[in-house]
């Protein structure tokens, strides 16, 4: 979590003019899979061979490939396999800001959220997931020589001159709240791209994110000019327990039967050689794999 991710920054930074492409081109939004009377999402979806998914466009979980002119990234490719394999085709992508996922879903905007979710209690209140398809640590971005020496979110309470920075919606927030971080010392960015301008403008000292999405910043040389990867890092501790996240597919809690599919399509999958060559070229590694933790667990805060 040799893990340098292939989003294309630059193109990233273009996504404002991209908020509601697709891979089939279309910029008009258009409502997700529509379930028959009596019928399913699933069996909507089947009938029309493609499925809507929400992304928020962060390496390497979920991003636009410009070049490319689809959607991509380690949750959208896997879920192409595993959809296909259910007799769906196609993948559109709905770009939304991390946020609105969840309610982007419940509004039925698009019928599952690829973005590499962490699983969490809370959510799980609100949304059925799938096992995870990785488990990651955490990472700092911040200036180069680390000026405020920042190697851990109890630096930054140890500081209260430091600023973190941090995405809308996004576990790492959470985590400051938990490491009693102070409100006033936390900056809450739209995405990944925005954090970064933002501690290299020194808004922020700090940006906080997974160490895949750390590392695929920290990749694209040119736009993270001036900056580094916080070493050592110490992951933060929450509620007695090291934090390590793991990331899944989400559905609306009355998708379950859906949800089920997938994840049974999905655990023949995950760990098998096809599916460790497919999310190499996001810097994924035998090391990120879940390794028999499930949704259940995690929901129920084991």
């Not at 930074?13 to 409502?31: E, I, R, V």
């Not at 490719?77 to 946020?99: D, H, P, Q, S, Y």
């Amino acid at each position: 979590m040799n893990l340098i991710r292939t989003r294309r920054l630059l193109a990233a930074l273009s996504l404002g003019m991209l908020a509601a492409c697709s891979d089939s081109g279309s910029d008009k939004p258009a409502p997700a899979a529509s379930a028959p009377a009596g019928g399913s999402t699933l069996e909507a979806a089947k009938t029309a061979g493609k499925i809507r998914i929400g992304y928020a466009n962060e390496a390497p979980f979920a991003y636009m490939d410009s070049k490319e002119a689809k959607v991509t990234g380690e949750s959208v490719e896997i879920a192409r396999v595993v959809l296909k394999r259910m007799g769906i085709n196609e993948v559109e992508g709905v770009l939304t800001e991390f946020g609105s996922l969840i309610p982007g879903l419940q509004a039925k905007r698009f019928d599952i959220i690829a973005a590499g979710m962490y699983v969490t209690p809370e959510r799980c209140q609100q949304v059925a997931f799938s096992d995870p398809t990785y488990g990651v640590g955490q990472s700092f971005l911040v200036k180069q020589g680390n000026p405020k020496n920042l190697h851990s979110y109890e630096d930054v309470v140890k500081n209260p001159d430091a600023k973190l920075g941090v995405v809308v919606g996004a576990i790492e927030a959470e985590y400051a709240s938990k490491s009693k971080v102070p409100a006033v010392q936390v900056v809450v960015f739209p995405d990944a791209v925005s954090a970064l301008s933002g501690v290299q403008a020194g808004r922020a000292d700090a940006y906080a994110a997974t160490a895949l999405t750390v590392n695929d910043l920290m990749g694209k040389t040119s736009a993270a000019s001036g900056l580094e990867k916080a070493e050592p890092f110490k992951d933060p501790v929450i509620d007695g327990k090291d934090v390590r996240g793991y990331g899944a597919y989400a559905f609306r809690t009355d998708d379950k039967a859906f949800a089920d599919a997938f994840n049974a399509e999905l655990a023949k999958f995950i760990g098998t050689e096809e599916h460790q060559k497919l999310v190499a070229p996001f810097g994924f590694t035998p090391q990120e794999l879940p390794k028999g933790v499930t949704a259940a667990k995690l929901c129920a805060g084991q």
